[in-house]
Nanobody, 125 residues
Framework: LQLVESGGDLVQPGGSLRLSCAAS????????IGWFRQAPGKEREGVSC????????YYVDSVKGRFTISRDSAKNTVYLQMSSLRPEDTGIYYC???????????????????WGQGTQVTVSS
């Protein structure tokens, strides 16, 4: 399974972006797809997660109400719609497929086994 992210860009504060995570093959429903980000000098942080089996979604508190994760099964793609972007949203965004403990530990990086190469999001005026 290979994952490819796209959609990162330079955007002004308050703007929007939609990131895509395209899988090379249909993803088994026992997986969850997570979005993580890493800012310079900071640890990788879980942003959101989509449980493919049950459709449950999870978000880090700092993005709730601003980001939405969704799935297009026909395209083997998971999206992260980001709005009201802030400078602190800047970072490299990665998508990953795995089996994290849900719902308590959806953002556990070592439970994600397949990772994309990342896409850069920069929020700046």
């Amino acid at each position: 399974l290979q994952l490819v992210e796209s959609g990162g860009d330079l955007v002004q504060p308050g703007g929007s972006l939609r990131l895509s995570c395209a899988a090379s093959e249909p993803i088994a429903d026992y997986y969850s797809i997570g979005w993580f980000r890493q800012a310079p000098g900071k640890e990788r942080e879980g942003v959101s997660c989509f449980n493919l089996a049950g459709g449950g979604t999870y978000y880090v508190d700092s993005v709730k109400g601003r980001f939405t994760i969704s799935r297009d099964s026909a395209k083997n793609t998971v999206y992260l719609q980001m709005s009201s972007l802030r400078p602190e949203d800047t970072g490299i965004y990665y998508c990953a497929a795995g089996v994290p403990p849900l719902p308590s530990a959806w953002d556990t990086p070592h439970r994600f086994y397949y990772w994309g190469q990342g896409t850069q999001v920069t929020v700046s005026s």
